[in-house]
């Protein structure tokens, strides 16, 4: 005889010792498991894909060049940042060079703007090497200068 107890969640067979499962109520209790279990490994608004898995483990790149001095230089990335800084290694922030106040690092984001110097793009990063305007220089590809780049993902 098939069971009339059954578990609470799935309705699967809970048979006492006097039940005599059949065949058939396994296949029943497998057909709802792999239904209910398909379901929950299918359902993308509760798992992650695996371009946000990739987010999880690596949340953030860092990238290190040498400036090439030339005014205006675009760093590809392969991802859409959503927020980069970006510095000159060895130097402040911002320092003084004969009365002219020199920007060595910068921050911006695709979507929200960026600091002066520096412009996110969907599929990079672009940097300048240029006299902003009277006592501002933005020095982010300084030649043979060190930088590093982090792109949070």
């Known amino acids: 005889m098939a069971t009339s107890n059954y578990t609470p969640n799935l309705?699967?067979?809970?048979?006492?010792?006097?039940?005599?499962?059949?065949?058939?109520?396994?296949?029943?209790?497998n057909t709802i498991i792999d239904t209910q279990l398909g379901g929950h490994i299918a359902n993308n608004s509760i798992h992650m894909n695996a371009d946000e898995k990739?987010?999880?483990?690596?949340?953030?790149v860092s990238v290190m060049y040498a400036g090439n001095g030339e005014s205006q230089r675009t760093i590809p990335l392969d991802f859409h940042?959503?927020?980069?800084?970006?510095?000159?290694?060895?130097?402040?922030?911002?320092?003084?060079?004969n009365g002219v106040n020199v920007v060595n690092a910068a921050c911006g984001s695709y979507a929200q703007g960026s600091s002066v110097g520096i412009s996110v793009t969907s599929t990079g990063v672009t940097v300048v090497e240029s006299m902003?305007?009277?006592g501002i220089k933005v020095s982010l590809n300084e030649n043979l200068a060190q930088y590093t780049l982090i792109a949070f993902k």
């Open 81 to 97: 940042p959503k927020f980069v800084f970006i510095y000159k290694r060895g130097v402040p922030f911002v320092s003084d060079s």
């Open 54 to 60: 990739a987010k999880l483990n690596e949340p953030f």
């Open 132 to 134: 902003v305007s009277s």
């Open 11 to 29: 309705h699967l067979s809970a048979w006492e010792a006097s039940d005599r499962p059949k065949r058939a109520d396994f296949v029943s209790d």
